[in-house]
């Protein structure tokens, strides 16, 4: 089973579906990552809803012998980066897909800004698989109170993106940081990942306004 890549959206956060395929990718999701990281465990995914049905959001999470390691991609039909493309894929469902780092990718960062701010968590999967950490955002601001629109990225270096976006109508400059190594440690605005058996809550993006 495999995620479509065109999503449903019935609302914000866990009221997004993220649609499941019976589907065939080559090269695999695991062969991805062996390739990125070496030889490792996939602990699990999550995922966000792009609102317009186009763009599929994904983060894998894996072990190694040190600290839990991620890869936010997004997939598309199209290619929108030459330097921060991970792979290309042929899903037996959807045809091609470019697979890109999520930093590289406007619609994501957007939506990576959005469930920060508001307080949101990750999309559900239409299968029931559950992300194998509790993921929320550290904003409080709401799902009633936040618009977000017309983003921009100005320059992407290692696992941070800088740009700007209309935040309830007012022109901000953001950074946006998706470290690849996922550690504890306090922060203001993120989205963070918990271990219900640990009770750790890792910092899987960092974002400054």
Avoid: C, W
């Amino acid at each position: 089973m495999v995620s479509k890549d065109e999503l449903s959206s019935k609302g914000p956060g866990m009221e997004r579906v993220s649609e499941i395929l019976d589907a065939t990718l080559t090269p695999t999701k695991s062969e991805i990552l062996t390739d990125v990281f070496g030889p490792h465990e996939l602990i699990g995914a999550f995922r966000f809803v792009d609102p317009n049905g186009e763009v599929g959001i994904e983060t894998m999470i894996v072990s190694q012998t040190g600290p839990l390691l991620q890869l936010p991609v997004t997939y598309r039909s199209h290619r929108i980066s030459d330097d921060f493309e991970v792979s290309t894929m042929q899903h037996s469902e959807l045809g091609q897909r470019y697979v890109t780092k999520t930093i590289a990718d406007p619609v994501a960062v957007a939506e990576y800004i959005r469930v920060i701010i508001e307080g949101d968590t990750n999309a559900q999967r239409s299968d029931g698989v559950q992300p194998p950490l509790v993921i929320r955002g550290t904003g409080s601001a709401g799902a009633d109170n936040l618009t977000i629109e017309n983003i921009h990225l100005d320059e992407i270096s290692g696992d941070t993106v800088t740009g700007n976006i209309d935040i309830n109508g007012e022109r901000k400059h953001f950074r946006l940081e998706l470290p690849t190594e996922l550690e504890p440690k306090p922060v203001q605005l993120a989205l963070v990942g918990t271990d219900t058996e640990t009770g750790v809550a890792y910092v899987l993006a960092e974002l400054t306004i």
